[in-house]
């Protein structure tokens, strides 16, 4: 066999492997079942096509996406690997099929819905297998966080041809989707390679929302170059774009509903801009690359951990500090709890559970990194030194009795009323609506110690975190499944007081 090393210089013109690029090829010329963990950008493809281009026989690909098929495709040929795809928009099918019969392919790209006709695994049986690649892998597990049911179609297929080793790839698997993932493909435990995910130039911030303008601005006054803005709607992106617009930097919004050509524009106004700051939805960000990007921002709740990092993950490419700063509100929780009763039952704890996790990674007082590479099943150091609670330690207190009180006087109100509401009942402001309902007479009325009051808002927003309160369609508040442990069962809530924010001059212009 061809030494891997002169291939990897030669055909790829790469002057050595990436992290653990050199491990899984290994085992994959070793004829080994393999899970490869390693995030975006780390070199996935290459560690099925370095091996095409070594092993006898075709390598097939199964791969969800038809657009990154192409993507791929192109990028292969350009190197000079024999690939092609075999999708229902290929018009030249009969021409691969040929190929792949003449032994004349490496690389065999196929979306998994095609791995179940008979009519494909007979055409597989007619010529020499090098490797199954199955890339994006986690779709195959339940737990994952984007699991395809065409996925489940792939293990008859791989055990027709046990011999065949199997490579699964991923960027995005908590431990239980990786133990998940190597089950339902037949991969031993100890066939997985994890690698390291920690991105130590990224400085993650995370802080509740109250002006999301103008904490972005602040943000956006700090970090001169390139940045993006993550918003959760079309809307709030184009919002974002014109009044952070107004700090003097260059602003775009970026949408899937923006004419395609304007989006075009402002993607390559982007990539091009030495300072521009892209106000964007989640679709933003795939298959670009901009190394030089300063900072990420989240005006709102990602979907989960594995979102966050892979979103977050975009600052900083080029190993220079880069700033990930989190706006979370407690609606956002609110909502994604909405969504999560709307989805299939049987998903249910799994999306809880990708929630559960979120909000650990918000509250906590320690190392955000700690949390995140824990996440991916590293076993990190307590505190990293960058990131906000590392650099700037918040104090933690005992907010129980706050809650309690907050707690009592949502209940006594009738568990109808808004966070305002309630926060004037908890320190005693009348108004009319108070006097009308009768509530100066209750025993919460004016509850709240001078101490207690700078809690109450943080605590309203813990309540709202943990469901221990929840918003009605009208933005009452009312009790939720984790009320009860709080008031009666001994439960204690401790809030992390994040420390003051130093006053910025405003209005001077731009930074
Ligand atoms: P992933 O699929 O893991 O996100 P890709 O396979 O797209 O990553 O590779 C990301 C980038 O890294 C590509 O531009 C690729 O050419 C480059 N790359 C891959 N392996 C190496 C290597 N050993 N040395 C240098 N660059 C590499
Ligand atoms: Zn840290």
Redesign the pocket.
Known sequence: MRDPLEI?RTT?G?????GV?ADVVDRVLAGQHTLAV?????????TYQLPSQLLEGTCLVISPLIALMHDQLRAAEAVGIRAATLTSVDSNRDETIERFRGGALDLLYVAPERASGEGFRTLLSQAPLALFAIDEAHCVSEWGHDFRPDYRLLRPLLDRFPDVPRLA?T?TADAHTRADICEQLGIPRDGMIVAGFDRPNIRYAISPRDQTTRQIADLMADQPGPGIVYAQTRAATEKLAEALGRTGRPTRAYHAGLDPAVRARNQADFVASEDMVICATVAFGMGI?KPDVRFVAHAGLPKSIEAYYQETGRAGRDGDPAVAHLFWGADDFARARQRIAEVEPARQPGERTRLTALAALVETAGCRRAILLRHFGEDPPEACGNCDNCLNAPAAVDATVVAQKYLSAVFRTGQMFGAGYVEAVLTGQSSERSLMNGHETLSVWNIAEDEEAALIKPVGRALLLRDALRANAHGGLEFGPGARGLLKGGETLRLVVPPKRERRRRGGGNA
């Open positions: 990897l790829f790469f002057s050595g492997f990436r690029q390693m995030p975006t950008g780390a070199g996935k493809s290459l790839l960027a690359d």
